[in-house]
């Protein structure tokens, strides 16, 4: 299994070219990093994770590199199964979370069409497997605590999908047209129908992150996929972008939800990291603040962020923030696949200190591969790397190494 957030390179040169607006002011502050050691705060630290399991199977500085990531809360992730056997899953990992007084993070990765074939290629066969299998799911939770992130990639790779300005995007599987697009948000719609029932579950749709969707693009879609009745929406999986730009990225999409439905605002005229801003010059993003202030007080409203939909932030792997990729040298750099250099980010924890923000967390399992990145050049190596990365999901000890090495902050040896 992989869990990357494919296709954003695609996807950034067409939402560069449809929001434009204009205005400025200053961007708003974020919290400091936390100290490097900062605990979970009662986020699940499973002693069965895929990360303990592969310290099994490991050797030397690689064995003790997992045994060090296997110290700190991350995700579980569901990705195939019957629903009878998801359910099993997940109601042993929550029990287990619950014997422990902790909150399990639990990732639903199966939406038909996964990844569209791509790295993380796979998913249900149909909407009613996919129905049933969300059904397992749910009860393998019941009436205990749990937060859900549901599909990353399920909102930013759809397909046969028009983003709104009508181009019709990169994912378009053989034998389908523009109706799986609109089947698409009916499986998260029903999706999120089941798990928003659940009495203690925090529930959140994928907002895709700051180097890939427009705030207004990224609001449109989770709109439509009733993110009404969800918590908020999730940010940066799989990613490598810097709290510094995904924080004011998630009060951006926020606000223009509530602009949206709110105010009755078009989201195509809330304004973006692409414009008023610079997306490459990060000094420039306060003029998208201005734009947003403008907008509020153009509706009439005021920000709300205690009642606007809220993000989670995956800093699993954005410690050193995004890969510059050398000038030219790629066709489709894959900025997202296993980029080197990189190193883990700000602790896991839900005492986020921004009201925009619920939690931090590692959403991404530190350590594991993107998949077998060839940046254009027809692989089967990874030309940046000078070999052939392990498949999605699998054990990448190189990469390990960097993400602890690198770290920001510094990661303490075991």
């Known amino acids: 299994m992989v869990h990357s957030l494919s296709g954003s390179e695609v996807l950034l040169g067409e939402m560069v070219k449809g929001f434009a607006l204009g205005l400025a002011l200053s961007l708003a502050a974020i919290s400091a990093p936390a100290s490097a050691e900062t605990p979970a705060a009662g986020i699940f630290v499973d002693p069965n994770s895929t990360v303990k399991q592969a310290a099994a199977r490991l050797e030397g500085q690689a064995r003790d590199d997992a045994l060090l990531l296997s110290r700190f809360a991350a995700g579980s992730w569901l990705t195939s199964g019957t629903p009878d056997v998801v359910e099993a899953r997940v109601r042993d990992i929550v029990d287990r979370a619950t014997a422990a007084g902790q909150v399990p993070v639990l990732i639903a990765y199966n939406i038909p069409f996964r990844d569209c074939a791509l790295y993380s290629a796979g998913g249900a066969a149909d909407s009613a497997a996919y129905r049933a299998w969300i059904e397992g799911f749910a009860a393998g939770i019941g009436a205990r605590e749990a937060i859900v992130i549901l599909e990353p990639d399920g909102l930013g790779v759809i397909p046969w999908h028009r983003t709104l300005g009508g181009t019709v995007e990169h994912c378009q599987p053989a034998g389908q047209d523009d109706r799986a697009a609109d089947e698409r948000y009916a499986q998260l719609r029903g999706a999120v129908a089941i798990l928003s029932a659940l009495p203690d579950v925090r529930l959140y749709l994928d907002g895709t992150g700051s180097s890939w969707l427009a705030p207004g693009e990224a609001a449109h879609r989770l709109i439509k996929a009733d993110v009404a009745r969800a918590t908020g929406f ?181």
């Open 234 to 414: 999730f940010l940066n999986v799989s990613n490598f972008e810097s709290d510094a730009r995904v924080v004011s990225y998630a009060r951006w999409v926020s606000d223009c939800i509530a602009l949206v439905t709110r105010g009755g605002r078009d989201p195509r005229e809330c304004p973006s990291q692409y414009a008023p801003a610079d997306f490459t010059d990060q000094a420039t993003w306060g003029a998208t603040d201005a734009a947003f202030d403008r907008l509020f007080e153009q509706a009439k409203l005021r920000r709300d962020p205690v009642a606007q939909k809220r993000a989670v932030i995956d800093t699993s792997r954005n410690g050193q923030g995004s890969w510059q990729p050398p000038a030219g040298r790629y066709a489709d750099a894959e900025v997202w696949c296993n980029p080197p250099g990189r190193g883990l980010g700000r602790r896991p924890t839900l005492d986020s200190g921004n009201p925009y923000v619920d939690a931090f967390l590692w959403i991404k399992i530190p350590g594991e591969s993107d998949g077998e990145c060839h940046r254009g050049q027809g692989g089967p190596a990874d030309p940046e790397r000078g070999m052939t990365a392990p498949p999605a999901g699998s054990w990448f000890a190189q990469q390990a190494r960097e993400l602890i090495e690198f770290a920001n902050p510094p990661i303490a040896p075991d």
